[in-house]
Antibody, heavy 118, light 110 residues
Framework: QVQLQESGPGLGKSSETLSLTCTVS????????WTWIRQPPGKGLEWIGY???????NYNPSLKSRVTMSADTSKNQFSLRLNSVTASDTAVYYC????????????WGQGTLVTVSS | QSVLTQPPSVSGAPGQRVTISCTGS?????????VHWYQQLPGTAPKLLIY???NRPSGVPDRFSGSQSGTSASLAITGLQAEDEADYYC??????????FGTGTKVTVL
């Protein structure tokens, strides 16, 4: 059974870069696409983007200029970098799996709260 | 920012049937992209509830059902139970926007 776990600093400063890692256990990241989704406190879900282990990516157009994703098959991890953050980037960040030829997300990690302060 | 519209809240007594609508456009649901549904219990991560408009993953009770028509989709919960109290989100794909989620609906069991 595949499990995902997000990790990274819970606090960041405005204008800096947010970096998070998702560690996959119980399966290989070489089999699927891997996605980041975020949820501001008390608000809805927003898709950030996905990465394939080959390195191909697809980002939300609204965040594309600030997002970089990467994958490390040797560690079975994939990562998110979001630069020039502001308070509006404060959210719970989730990583999730997307099966090939599908466009739904399952399973999800438990999420990690990132707070951006000024 | 959500391009899929859901009612903010729905409620029902135990045992009743409730439905949640998800309204999109010709750029997403109406373009033939599937709709999926997630349940988010308080303080937890979303969990896949329905995929490919109508399919339930293993372990999801059959009181949850999905449908899709035109530019909209619906989630129905029959025989509402206290444990169904949660937030529900629809999700699809848009040619210009990528993957999109609904605005979310809070289900309250009276």
């Amino acid at each position: 059974q595949v499990q995902l776990q997000e990790s990274g600093p819970g606090l960041g400063k405005s204008s800096e870069t947010l970096s998070l890692t998702c560690t996959v256990s119980g399966g290989s990241i070489s089999d699927h696409y891997w996605t980041w989704i975020r949820q501001p406190p008390g608000k809805g879900l927003e898709w950030i983007g996905y990465i394939h282990y080959s390195g191909s990516t697809n980002y939300n157009p609204s965040l594309k200029s600030r997002v970089t994703m990467s994958a490390d098959t040797s560690k079975n991890q994939f990562s998110l970098r979001l630069n020039s953050v502001t308070a509006s980037d404060t959210a719970v960040y989730y990583c999730a799996r997307q099966a090939p030829n599908s466009n739904w997300f399952d399973p999800w990690g438990q999420g990690t709260l990132v707070t951006v302060s000024s | 920012q959500s391009v899929l519209t859901q009612p903010p809240s729905v409620s029902g007594a135990p045992g009743q049937r409730v439905t949640i609508s998800c309204t999109g456009s010709s750029s997403n649901i109406g373009a033939g992209y599937d709709v999926h549904w997630y349940q988010q219990l308080p303080g937890t991560a979303p969990k896949l509830l329905i995929y490919h408009n109508t399919n339930r993953p293993s372990g999801v009770p059959d009181r949850f059902s999905g449908s899709q028509s035109g530019t909209s989709a619906s989630l129905a919960i029959t025989g509402l139970q206290a444990e169904d109290e949660a937030d529900y989100y629809c999700q699809s794909y848009g040619r210009l926007s990528g993957y999109v989620f609904g605005t979310g609906t809070k289900v309250t069991v009276l």
